[in-house]
């Protein structure tokens, strides 16, 4: 399977506690972008990544989420100290390097998605 | 503030006909749009797109048409088919941005 993987799909758990995300791009994708999608909205931006760099993060993300891309490849994304609002569906997409900006958006391809959900 | 706005949260349409989906945007600096699809339990997936210097682009039963002095847009399926339930999202670049603006989404059902 050659797209983009995310781990876990689901993941339960009470308010307070840490949760991380995992996600892998498609190999040789340079972009990866972290997305938000709560029930009835569409996916809202929260962060994204140029190789190993950090571009831009919404500021949806505050300071208790954390994302990091250490070597280029894999990133996660970290909520410490969960809330209920916290709840959602994590989707992470990633995009290669294009000849244009809009190539790029034509071949952002997303994952499955991490569905948190805090109770 | 959605920039991206799409009205209808549902769309119910009998198979083989046409479905029509709206969108409409707010920021005349937007200069290209996609329509994305997504299934239950899967990530979206590019469908189609056009560019603002095009009123229109086809790609078999999907074809976007652009208004750009109405700010609006929208995307035929004909014939539609049971596999086009699903939630189509309209989105747009932000200007100067390397990140997608999504509207909300209209839940398409497809009738036998």
């Known amino acids: 399977d050659t797209g983009v993987s995310q781990d876990p799909r689901h993941k339960i758990t009470k308010r307070g506690q840490n949760v991380t995300f995992r996600c892998d791009p498609i190999?040789?994708?340079?972009?990866l972008y972290w997305y938000r999608q709560t029930l009835g909205q569409g996916p809202e931006f929260l962060t994204y990544?140029?190789?190993?760099?950090?571009?831009?993060k919404s500021r949806l993300l505050s300071d208790r989420f954390s994302a990091e891309r250490p070597k280029g490849s894999f990133s996660t994304l970290e909520i410490q100290r969960t809330e209920q609002g916290d709840s959602a569906m994590y989707l992470c997409a990633s995009s290669p390097p294009g000849q244009g900006a809009h190539i790029g958006y034509e071949k952002l391809f997303f994952g499955s998605g991490t569905q948190l959900s805090v109770l | 503030d959605q920039q991206v706005k799409q009205n209808s949260p549902s769309l119910s349409v009998q198979e083989g006909r046409i479905s029509i989906l709206n969108c409409d945007y707010t920021?005349?600096?937007?200069?290209?749009f996609l329509w994305y699809k997504k299934y239950p339990a899967e990530g979206p997936t590019f469908l189609i797109s056009i560019s603002s210097i095009k009123d229109k682009n086809e790609d078999g039963r999907f074809t976007v048409f652009l208004n750009k002095s109405a700010k609006h847009l929208s995307l035929h399926i004909v014939p539609s088919q049971p596999g086009d339930s699903a939630v189509y999202f309209c989105?747009?670049?932000?200007?100067?941005?390397?990140?997608?603006?999504f509207g909300k989404g209209t839940r398409l059902h497809i009738l036998p």
């Open positions: 190999s040789e994708h340079n972009r």
């Open positions: 989105a747009a670049p932000g200007p100067g941005d390397d990140k997608i603006i």
């Open positions: 990544f140029q190789n190993e760099a950090q571009l831009e």
């Open positions: 920021n005349s600096m937007f200069d290209y």
